[in-house]
T-cell receptor, first 117, second 110 residues
Framework: GAVVSQHPSWVICKSGTSVKIECRSLDFQATTMFWYRQFPKQSLMLMATSNEGSKATYEQGVEKDKFLINHASLTLSTLTVTSAHPEDSSFYIC?????????????FGDGTRLSIL | AQRVTQPEKLLSVFKGAPVELKCNYSYSGSPELFWYVQYSRQRLQLLLRHISRESIKGFTADLNKGETSFHLKKPFAQEEDSAMYYCALSGSQGAQKLVFGQGTRLTINP
């Protein structure tokens, strides 16, 4: 149980294009989803917290207009990297948890490797 | 501020030897601590959490509030334990976002 699917797993695109990454909880309802960014040989850095039906909460230093997050249902959150540039190239990982409180762990997707040419 | 420190980026031990991956944290409230593991070419997955007080794959971790530590231990390492290990902290309030340590790459030598 508690499977999180992330799509696509790898995307290469030209500079200036927008890229959408999907994160789905397959067998549970995720009231909260999280988006992380991971640079090579570094740890996961939280970008934003996405709550179903409300605006995402962004971490300090993360551009809201650059990284658009939508959490329209209890099983789907999307991250759109708008007007992507080479410096946006990274590994993006989503996670989901079934409910707040009570120490519920986060379950992670496989990640999306984004390469901007 | 929440902070997690894993002092060792790399740790190498021989098969059958004990292993301890260190984790220290900084948090003003009552934290929830987790260990996540990432095997080669696989997703990050939960190994164990302090509130469960369980042993998974022979690993245990005890929360020491006095020393603000949550070290991961296993008495006899196995080759399949080779992986990247992340210690993570979640606050007890709000959205309970995770703060990760830098990770420790554990290599078990035959």
């Amino acid at each position: 149980g508690a499977v999180v699917s992330q799509h696509p797993s790898w995307v290469i695109c030209k500079s200036g294009t927008s890229v959408k990454i999907e994160c789905r909880s397959l067998d549970f309802q995720a009231t909260t989803m999280f988006w992380y960014r991971q640079f090579p040989k570094q740890s996961l850095m939280l970008m934003a917290t996405s709550n179903e039906g409300s605006k995402a909460t962004y971490e300090q230093g993360v551009e809201k207009d650059k990284f658009l997050i939508n959490h329209a249902s209890l099983t789907l959150s999307t991250l759109t990297v708008t007007s992507a540039h080479p410096e946006d190239s990274s590994f993006y990982i989503c996670s989901a948890r079934s409910r707040t409180g009570g120490g519920q762990p986060q379950h992670f997707g496989d990640g999306t490797r984004l390469s901007i040419l | 501020a929440q902070r997690v420190t894993q002092p060792e980026k790399l740790l190498s031990v021989f098969k059958g030897a004990p292993v301890e991956l260190k984790c220290n944290y900084s948090y003003s409230g009552s934290p929830e601590l987790f260990w996540y593991v990432q095997y080669s070419r696989q997703r990050l997955q939960l190994l164990l959490r302090h509130i469960s007080r369980e042993s998974i794959k022979g690993f245990t971790a005890d929360l020491n509030k006095g020393e603000t530590s949550f070290h991961l231990k296993k008495p006899f390492a196995q080759e399949e334990d080779s992986a990247m290990y992340y210690c993570a902290l979640s606050g007890s309030q709000g959205a309970q976002k995770l703060v990760f340590g830098q990770g420790t790459r554990l290599t078990i030598n035959p």
